[in-house]
Structures are given as C-alpha cells and as structure tokens.
C-alpha cells in the first residue's frame, strides 16, 4: 500500500515538473536583435527614396541652379525622415547596432548639407560622390531592417 | 514513452547547424555587395581625383567617410549573425519544447 503511495507520489512528481517545464521553455525564447517592424522598414525605404531624388535633382540641375538656397527644405526633409528613424530605434529594445548605422547616416548626411550650405553651390563631381555614399550609408540601415525580418 | 535526452540533443545540434548553414547565406550576399560597392565608390572617388573635379580636400575628407560607411556595414553584419544567433538558440529550445511536450502527452 504504502509502495503504491510513493508511486503516485513520484509520477504527479514528474508530471507537475514536467508541465512546469514546459510552460517555462513555452515563455522561453531568446531575443538578442529587435523585432522586426513593417513601418519602419518603409520609412527607410522612402528616406533613401528622398535623399536618392535630392542629390539626382542637382545633379541634373544646370550649374546655376545648385545654389543650397533651392534646395534647403528638401534637405530638411530628408533630415526630418533621418530623425524620424533614430528617435524609434533609440527605443526600441536590443537596437544598439542599428542606432550606430543610422547615427552615421544622419552625422554625415549633416555633414554633406552643412558643406552645401557654406559653399553656396556643389559641383557634379562633389554631388555624385555625395550621391553614392549617402546611399552607402542608407544600406546597412535597409539591410539591418530586412535581416530582423528572418529572425524566428 | 522514455525521454532520450542523447537524441534530443543530437537533433537540438543538428537544428542549430541547420539555422547557421541557412543564414550564413544571408551574411553573404550582402557582405559580398558592401565590398562591391566600395570598389565602385573609390574607383570614381579617385577618377574624380584624377580628372580634378574634385578637390584634395574634398577627395581626402570623402576617403576618411569610408571608414564611417565600413562601420556601419560591421553593424549590419554584426546584426545579421545576432539573427542567426538567435534562430539556431530558438531552434534547439523549440526542439527540447517539442520532446517535452511528447512526454506530457504520454503521461
């Protein structure tokens, strides 16, 4: 009697700690990278967008038509969008990564509009450089948006 | 129904080897792009040198921005392995899940 006491014992024993175990794996999953989010990823899109058609548009733009003074609230913005994107990540858990690309986005496209800004007007061989790496810079943001879109 | 843990093991290994294998492709395509593009960037940083549409200055401030743009692609990287990271350590909690989970439905 006795005997079948202690089995029973043993196996609501095993039972309960093996339903404990599984609610503890089921709330179990390790987050190293933030969650993926749909918006954010179109708003990459579309600030790379705006800056890609800024710098094409003085680059076509005839020699006289360069001035910074045309330009200044399409500049902005693309600064505003910039802004827009760092703000979110600065809160968003486990974007310490991400926080970086986009701070170095946002410090040179500063940059590249600060220079704008104090020589008045951009060569074509300026803005083409400027053109291909402010693209450069907007990459790895894409790519980090789209590379937490594959984690499980 | 008996708990091997021998063989939940071996298939939580082979699941973290599977979500390696199938993210490594994903580090590079687009490792292999950034090293892509950086050629392109400096062969027409220096032909823009070199044709004097650009000045001294201005060729050597753009070529101390490239390591700002190499940094960041280390983020993005850096990034896509915490991904993969991440998938092959949720794989093998899903597979110890699963084996749990058969024996509770056994009890």
Redesign the interface.
Known sequence: MLLKGQRIRAFLQTFVSLILLTMLLNSCSIHLVPQYNADMEEQIKNGAKMSDRLYLQMIVAAPDSKNFSIYEDKYLDVQVEINSILFQDEIRPKANDIIVSVQKLRDYFAKAMEDHRNKKSLSNGELTIYHEQLQAFWRPVLIEELALKKAK | MDFNIDEVLAQMLAAVQG?VQE?WD?VKG?AS??LQ??R??LD??AS?RL?N??DEQ?FED?LD??K??M???L??I???S??A???A???A?GI??KA??A??GH?
Do not use: C, W, Y
């Open positions: 979500a993210n994903m687009p792009s950034f593009s950086r392109l960037r027409l940083l823009l044709k549409q650009i201005f753009r921005d490239e700002d743009i940094t960041s692609e983020h993005a850096a990034i896509m915490e991904v990271a991440q998938n350590a949720n794989a909690i110890l899940q749990v989970g024996i509770i009890v």
